[in-house]
């Protein structure tokens, strides 16, 4: 009898050793459940100053990682804006001048539309999958959730904004809760929190997300999914730069 719990015991210890995940795995899949193989989605930003608020209602057209385009509806001022990723490069139409043009490097790390997010962090050209090593520091609960506690640091290749970045992954559903952002001096500087889950199609996700600048009292972004579907088809025009000024 012994000798059968010895057995049942190295037989369990193999397999959870077997089916362990690695640090990598955990973020590549957090990263495929947010944008699946496309995805529409609706939503509305939410730029909260100590003395005002503006609201952005946005679309979002998305084929993985390498294609999106990003159209914003209002306000009146900004309507018919759009945003599109092609791969590498990042293209900008401006109804105002009828034109489409190229965004250069030097302005990915600038203010995106006023928000708290950079141009890198909205269209994220930055892969935290391929840009960065990956470690798990600890297990930890976030909004009640059993949740992988990640560390996130670049890799010597890569170009990107942050130092470091800590990620919260809930163990069931890979949705991530909070992340925080470092300089390159390892100081704490952003935080991004999610919350008000909800199911999308069969996927459950934060439904709102807060972006904190720490150093700025009073200061952060808030985005709210309205709308978010997955594994959609996508016409290929509207990823193309002849195209997005007809995006509505």
Request: glycine letters at 4%; proline letters at 4%; hydrophobic letters at 35%.
């Amino acid at each position: 009898m012994k000798n059968i719990y010895l057995i049942t015991f190295l037989i369990l210890f193999m397999l959870s050793g077997l089916y362990s995940q690695t640090a990598s795995e955990i973020i590549e899949k957090a990263d495929n459940k947010l944008r699946g193989s496309s995805s529409y989605s609706e939503l509305v930003i939410t730029i909260v100053r100590p003395k005002w608020e503006k609201k952005m209602i946005l679309k979002n057209w998305s084929i993985g990682s390498d294609f999106s385009s990003t159209l914003v509806t209002s306000p009146a001022k900004e309507k018919g804006t759009v945003f599109l990723k092609r791969n590498n490069e990042i293209w900008n139409y401006l109804p105002s001048l009828e034109r489409t043009v190229k965004f250069p490097p030097s302005m990915m790390t600038q203010s995106w539309m006023g928000t708290d997010f950079t141009t890198d962090d909205l269209v994220k050209q930055s892969s935290t999958v391929t840009d960065y090593s990956h470690k798990i520091l600890a297990e930890e609960n976030i909004e009640n959730l059993p949740c992988w506690k990640l560390e996130l640091i670049p890799k010597e290749e890569a170009t990107v904004v942050w130092g470091k970045l800590i990620i919260w992954v809930d163990k069931k559903d890979y949705m991530q809760l909070r992340t925080e952002f470092y300089d390159e001096d390892e100081e704490l500087v952003n935080l991004m929190t999610g919350s008000e889950i909800k199911t999308f199609g069969n996927k459950k996700l934060p439904s709102k997300l807060e972006f904190i600048p720490l150093e700025n009292e009073g200061q952060k972004t808030v985005i709210n999914y309205n709308v978010w579907k997955f594994n959609i088809v996508i016409p290929e025009n509207y990823f193309k730069t002849q195209y997005i000024s007809r995006l509505k």
